[in-house]
């Protein structure tokens, strides 16, 4: 048994922002959100018009964020920022060209298609969590993991790390800046390869808990219901089970089974 265990803390900074959403570009959305399911096949070159129109939509504030990121850098000068802040101009950084991978991934999506290959799930928590370390950083938060070796499964990497992240974001959304802690814990057991994503959160009502992963279900304020549909989608594809216990002040567990195959085909 390999344990890892990772603390990360920082002094609290935010950087207020203003956040313009009008009446017409709301609209707009609620119109593409409303589109019959025959219009939603991304396959479909309409489909594949929209999504480019909206793609283009995005890609020019994220290009304004950006030229303003690196206007801060060159007004101040590198040297002369502030720790604090030029961590923040970092993550900016950061998750603009993760933006831009996922607009590119997006553009070139095809949903009927998933390659597999020999895939080692502990090789996919940490670059999950690569993904994720500016908002642990934020919130001031510790991870423990604890991982068995040899935990091969045959799936696609690139989706797992997906359906992973969204559980853990969820995991960091979910506990108090400075007093959260997520354990991440992979084994083996005959068959079966076990991940449990556990935290210190607020935890929510089972009846909740019992619809977190149904489409357009969502316990947050403001939430859409796609990223845990997601999750589902995927771990599906791979054969996998996940299961949610939860309750009100004590956290969240969140448990996913993969069964080990010695040789596995290619899913469709």
């Given at each position: ?8 803390f ?6 207020p ?14 119109t ?11 396959n ?16 020019n ?7 303003a990121n690196?206007?801060?850098h060159?007004e ?16 900016i ?5 993760r ?8 553009l070139h ?12 799930i ?15 950083f934020?919130k001031e938060?510790e ?7 040899g935990?091969l499964?045959?799936?696609n990497?690139e ?9 853990i ?30 935290d ?9 808990a ?39 002040g ?14 596995q085909?290619?899913?469709?």
């Amino acid at each position: 048994m390999i344990v890892y265990l990772t603390r990360i803390f920082m002094k609290p900074f935010m950087t207020p922002f203003n956040q313009d959403h009008t009446d017409n570009k709301n609209s707009r959305r609620k119109t593409r959100m409303n589109k019959s399911p025959e219009e939603k096949n991304i396959n479909d070159p309409k489909m594949q018009n929209e999504i480019g129109m909206i793609i283009h939509e995005i890609r020019n504030p994220l290009t304004a964020i950006s030229l303003a990121n690196q206007s801060l850098h060159d007004e101040i000068g590198y040297d002369h920022l502030p720790p604090s802040l030029y961590t923040v101009t970092e993550i900016i950084a950061k998750n603009i060209t993760r933006i831009e991978v996922l607009l590119k991934e997006l553009l070139h999506a095809n949903c009927g298609q998933m390659e597999f290959a020999p895939t080692d799930i502990c090789d996919v928590i940490e670059q999950t969590l690569k993904r994720v370390d500016d908002r642990i950083f934020l919130k001031e938060m510790e991870i423990s993991k604890s991982y068995c070796s040899g935990l091969l499964i045959q799936g696609n990497a690139e989706k797992l790390s997906l359906a992973f992240l969204n559980i853990i974001v969820n995991a960091i959304e979910a506990v108090k800046k400075g007093e959260g802690k997520i354990w991440i814990t992979a084994y083996k057991r005959g068959d079966f390869i076990k991940i449990v994503f556990k935290d210190n959160g607020i935890g929510m009502e089972p009846e909740v808990a019992s619809h977190m992963f149904d489409k357009n279900f969502s316990g947050k304020r403001n939430g859409l219901g796609v990223g845990l549909t997601n999750v589902k989608e995927i771990l599906d594809r791979h054969n996998a089970c996940v299961s949610v216990n939860s309750e009100p002040g004590t956290g969240t567990s969140i448990v996913v089974v993969f069964r080990v195959v010695q040789q596995q085909a290619a899913i469709k």
